[in-house]
């Protein structure tokens, strides 16, 4: 089956760190852009951060930039996020999600595939 | 950055009516823009890519139009499994945002 599923959610503290993984499956991962994007409780969303098929290229909102990285492992067919020195506002439901390949090529510009979410909680 | 708005923020129509949702944008797009539909405690859904190109599997009762700055979803006969809250996001740089969201109820 075609799917993304999230890990590594949880309760940390102010200034703590996290580390959320990204699970693709039945699908030519490299090939396509992959995005994270968050939800805080009873709010929209907000993109985070963008990562290129291959690695080579990726983009950050302003108020995570310094703290968070993106990176991948096509070999393991796996999205990652490394939260540092979060912060309250960074409590939100993390979604990873697909960039989409139309005819003409593969694009971070539309999400065709989304996770199911993983909560992250920042509090002491 | 690019800034959206959308409106209106919340609507409440009957089953069969034709609603229209508007999402604003602080400088042209270029057609890069999205349409998502989210039920409540799920993911979002894709609808429109690139203004107006209608997502694999989505019913064709969706709808997008528009250009430059202003940009419309319209669901042209409302469905009740179409509750859920529709945002539009912007795709015109590397740096991505959504509008605030339009709930949509029967």
């Known amino acids: 089956e075609v799917q993304l599923v999230e890990s590594g959610g949880g309760l940390v503290q102010p200034g703590g760190s996290l580390r959320l993984s990204c699970a693709a499956s039945e699908f030519p991962f490299s090939a396509y852009w992959m995005t994270w994007v968050r939800q805080a409780p009873g709010k929209g969303l907000e993109w985070v951060a963008n990562i290129k098929g291959d690695g080579s290229e990726n983009y950050f909102v302003d108020s995570v930039k310094g703290r968070f990285t993106i990176s991948r492992d096509n070999a393991k067919n796996s999205l990652y996020l490394q939260m540092n020195s979060l912060r309250d506002e960074d409590t939100a439901v993390y979604y990873c999600?697909?960039?989409?390949?139309?005819?003409?090529?593969?694009?971070?510009?539309?999400?065709?595939?989304w996770g199911q979410g993983t909560m992250v909680t920042v509090s002491s | 950055d690019i800034q959206m708005t959308q409106f209106p923020s919340s609507v409440s129509a009957s089953v069969g009516d034709r609603v229209t949702i508007t999402c604003r944008a602080s400088q042209g797009l270029n057609n890069w823009l999205a349409w998502y539909q989210q039920k409540p405690g799920k993911a979002p859904k894709l609808l429109i890519y690139e203004t107006s190109i209608l997502q694999s599997g989505v019913p064709s009762r969706f709808s997008g139009s528009g250009s430059g700055t202003d940009f419309t979803l319209t669901i042209s006969s409302l469905e009740p499994e179409d509750v859920a809250t529709y945002y539009c996001?912007?795709?015109?740089?590397?740096?991505?945002?959504f509008g605030p969201g339009t709930k949509v109820d029967i």
């Open positions: 996001q912007q795709a015109n740089s590397f740096l991505l945002t």
């Open positions: 999600a697909r960039g989409y390949c139309p005819s003409s090529g593969c694009y971070f510009r539309a999400f065709d595939l």
